[in-house]
């Protein structure tokens, strides 16, 4: 019988998505799952190679790429199951994570989503949960990927309540996804999953770590090191979410932060991502 849906986004990463799909199945009976790979339009033959190698899992081939919080609602549309077990292609299953994040997840009704612990390749712990971004907040999580020193790894492996947990990997039930309308598609790439996590908590859920389930992140490394087109889709994101959620003196103050980090690039070899990026905060973009 199958207990939980997992859904996977793929876009041009045949080679993780087949990575995660053996390590998924490495550890959990093949039986109880039923596993959704939603395929952003690529164009480097995913569908074609993952479906000969993995002929029991669903593939959704998206006529358009839309963003990852979109492929991830295409998926939950197809998800036969209440439960749903969301994870990126570019993570690795090293044991079976599902038992232990459902049972935190039916510990308290009020927990809405819970996460495991992220670790990168050399097994290090890598950080998967934060405080909600404001101007403050969002300088210290850099400052910790950037200074390790910085970075809080509880001491325990109790669950516990945090703000919000990485899209990375995640499991929550259908009905409270449903509940408060999915991921929002107007974030193609960045802060959908935060912003998921806000629209959460605000429908009086709790949002719960749990340590004792560990799960590798290959993707955990690459902070900042964004090219110009996907720095854009950063801020853009960014800027929604501001505006979304946070107050009017927030949006004002990231909006100065940017406008003092890329007005003096207009006069530099990287004229032209900064007129893209500055166009974002007069809204032409």
């Excluded at 395929?39 to 899992?57: M, Q, Y």
């Excluded at 909600?132 to 001491?155: G, L, Q, S």
């Excluded at 110009?228 to 994101?237: L, N």
């Excluded at 406008?259 to 207009?266: N, S």
């Amino acid at each position: 019988m199958k207990t939980v849906s997992v859904i996977i986004v793929n876009f041009n990463g045949a080679k993780y998505t087949g990575a995660c799909l053996a390590s998924l199945f490495r550890y959990h009976p093949r039986e109880t799952l039923d596993v959704i790979v939603v395929d952003n339009h690529s164009s480097d033959g995913s569908v074609e190679s993952l479906t000969k190698e993995f002929p029991d899992v669903r593939f959704i081939a998206l006529e358009e790429n839309k963003g990852f919080g979109a492929a991830n609602n295409a998926g939950v549309k197809h998800a036969l199951c209440e439960r749903l077990l969301f994870v990126n292609n570019d993570t690795l299953f090293i044991e079976e994570i599902i038992t232990g994040l459902g049972n935190a997840l039916n510990a308290d009704p009020k927990n809405g989503m819970v996460g495991p612990k992220l670790l990168n390749e050399d097994r290090t712990f890598q950080r998967s949960f934060g405080p909600f971004p404001t101007v403050v907040t969002e300088y210290r999580m850099k400052k910790a990927h950037a200074e390790p020193k910085y970075i809080d790894e509880f001491a325990d492996t109790a669950p516990c309540t945090v703000d919000w947990l990485t899209g990375a990997a995640f499991m929550m039930d259908k009905t409270v996804f449903n509940a408060v309308g999915g991921f929002d598609e107007r974030f193609f790439l960045y802060f959908e999953d935060i912003d998921l996590n806000k629209k959460v908590r605000n429908e009086g859920y709790k949002i719960c770590y749990v340590p004792s389930v560990q799960l590798i992140h290959l993707g955990g490394r690459s902070y900042g090191s964004m090219n110009p087109a996907i720095a854009f889709e950063y801020r853009r994101s960014q800027l929604h979410y501001y505006d979304t959620h946070n107050s009017a003196a927030q949006s004002l103050l990231l909006r100065g932060y940017i406008a003092v980090k890329y007005l003096p690039k207009l006069f530099s070899a990287e004229r032209n991502h900064s007129v893209r990026i500055l166009s974002l905060l007069i809204g032409r973009q």
